[in-house]
């Protein structure tokens, strides 16, 4: 399902360049705030977003905390979420399973879950997620427990939203550290589930 | 990249309210840079959250005067909208109030 990377054009980076060359000149943006940014875009990874995962499933306070602010949570493990967008975190329960996608181009945490896959960005995806969610979980190999709803979360404006899964069974008295290597990009997206789908996310 | 605003508008609906999208068309008559998908217009659903306020998009992408607009998680029910999917399962997308109005309206 994914769509193969095109690099950018010679045109496309001269366009660039000389966008970023008038900025400069006028002042709007320096060479130093470039480089922050993009160290800043360069750390964010799947790593946070998963100890974040595992921070609540062992801290109720810290639980609490995310979904009802989850710029705060976020801050809180030391990503600066200035300029960022506010993050926005929904629990699975076991009624309920969520699955992220936008569908008007390609909203997606970055501060905590890094750069998006380019299936994320997929027509595809975009368009199916949205229409047949169980068929899409069907080929990630994601079986939901009989009963449990579907709920597809459109990211159409303002917010970021990640999934917070359900902590898988057998886990208990897991460190902190051990839970968070459970959790990988797909399960903060809703593709996958934690402990349920082991070496299943052939499509990334 | 914006957060949300200070100084927020009162929120008209409340979690819980039943409201329906407007089934409305703007783009074919001006520039504009709208964040309700189509697939959504005219449907009913049910206020979730208030999510605060934000500089209304369809203005900012233009850069024109971008006023703040209260937004909301929405959730409706999956199957109406596609008629596929199974009984039970929803949608929760984010949408600005200028595109909601009362259900029974």
Known sequence: MSTPYKAPSAENIALLEKLVAALKRRGIVTEEEIARRRETAERASPETGARMVARAWTDPAFRELLLRDGTAAAESFGVSMKGNPPLGVLEDTAEVHHLVVCTLCSCYPRAVIGYPPHWYKSAAYRARAVREPRAVLAEWGTVLPAGVQVRVVDSTADYRWMVLPLRPEGTEGWSEERLASLVTRDHLVGVALPGATAGAAAAA | ?105
């Not at chain 2, 200070?6 to 074919?28: L, T, W």
């Not at chain 2, 309700?36 to 979730?48: A, D, F, K, L, N």
């Not at chain 2, 949408?95 to 029974?104: D, G």
């Open chain 2, 1 to 105: 990249m914006t957060g949300a605003v200070p100084n927020a508008p009162q929120p008209r609906f409340a979690p819980g309210s039943r409201i329906r999208v407007k089934d409305d068309r703007p783009e074919h008559l001006v520039r504009i840079h709208i964040r309700t998908p189509h697939y959504v217009r005219g449907r009913s659903g049910t206020v979730q959250r208030v999510l605060g306020a934000f500089p209304n998009p369809e203005a900012l992408a233009f850069n024109r005067p971008a006023e703040p607009r209260v937004l909301y998680h929405v959730l409706f029910d999956q199957p109406p909208v596609w008629d596929e999917g199974q009984a039970g399962d929803t949608l929760l997308i984010e949408l600005f109030e200028h595109w909601l109005e009362p259900e029974e309206a």
